[in-house]
């Protein structure tokens, strides 16, 4: 997998394109199912999957006046999600203008950990079960 840098210090934030499948759950459901996922990788952290917005069914987030700020990826819009009788604040954020070197992650969200099972789908597993819409196990 290529390796592609999008700020100028790479040990601080670089990003590639996953080449797999990559899906989010909640509540059972596919929230989001996507072939061009990000993976971003920064310094002590694990690396985070960003779903491009067009396939994420939106339908379930409304947009909420909290900002998070992250010095390296910059200012992020957060949504709350209701879903199944379940409302987890602040589940999702956006970052819709970028810092400077992080500019490819405009047009995707990224899922709070902790309430989402995250997992791809390699082409190995849609050879087995291409119309599964789950795979048991979990990768982030």
């Given at each position: 997998?290529?390796?592609?840098?999008?700020?100028?210090?790479?040990?601080?934030?670089?990003?590639?394109?996953?080449?797999?499948?990559?899906?989010?759950?909640?509540?059972?459901?596919?929230?989001?199912?996507?072939?061009?996922?990000?993976?971003?990788?920064?310094?002590?952290?694990?690396?985070?999957?960003?779903?491009?917005?067009?396939?994420?069914?939106?339908?379930?987030?409304?947009?909420?006046?909290?900002?998070?700020?992250?010095?390296?990826k910059g200012e992020a819009s957060c949504y709350t999600l209701v879903m199944e009788g379940e409302i987890v604040e602040n589940a999702v954020?956006?970052?819709?203008?970028?810092?400077?070197?992080?500019?490819?992650?405009?047009?995707?969200?990224?899922?709070?950990?902790?309430?989402?099972?995250?997992?791809?789908?390699?082409?190995?597993?849609?050879?087995?079960?291409?119309?599964?819409?789950?795979?048991?196990?979990s990768v982030a």
């Amino acid at each position: 997998m290529s390796e592609t840098s999008f700020t100028d210090d790479a040990s601080r934030l670089w990003m590639e394109a996953n080449p797999n499948r990559v899906r989010a759950m909640f509540a059972g459901h596919v929230i989001a199912d996507t072939t061009g996922a990000l993976t971003v990788f920064e310094p002590g952290r694990e690396p985070i999957y960003f779903f491009p917005r067009k396939d994420v069914e939106t339908g379930y987030l409304g947009k909420t006046g909290h900002k998070i700020f992250d010095s390296v990826k910059g200012e992020a819009s957060c949504y709350t999600l209701v879903m199944e009788g379940e409302i987890v604040e602040n589940a999702v954020c956006s970052y819709e203008d970028p810092a400077p070197g992080a500019e490819a992650l405009r047009d995707y969200l990224c899922f709070a950990e902790g309430h989402f099972e995250i997992y791809e789908l390699t082409p190995s597993d849609m050879a087995m079960a291409p119309r599964a819409t789950h795979v048991h196990r979990s990768v982030a």
